[in-house]
């Protein structure tokens, strides 16, 4: 069945519009034109998806990366988000499904799950 809507309360889209200006704009939180150039250096090095190539989330498949995904959160960590060791090259499947419920499980989640994955290209 449906959910049945309680007044009063917010949408999934209120919510995450809510969230989004918290926490700052693309650019505030990093990734500006410098991040660009080091992100498409990167991509170019390590063409496939990570998390695809190991088969950490599913059976290993060949997939493109699109991003860069930072394994630690960073959360505002300049020193984290430049650490190159932190990054894997990801697809867009695996960042906005498997790995933000990871994130979504706490810290505590996110470190147990890091050490479980095989060393990334620096």
Known sequence: GSAIPVLGARTRYEQN???DQRRGSARARGYDRTWEKARAHHLAEHPLCFY??????????????????HVEPHRGDRDLFWLRTNWASCCTDCHAGPKQAVEAKGPEAVAAWIATLPPRPA
């Open 52 to 69: 695809c190539a190991h088969g950490v989330f599913a059976s290993a498949r060949v997939t493109a990366a699109t991003l860069i995904d």
């Open 17 to 19: 519009r809510d969230h």
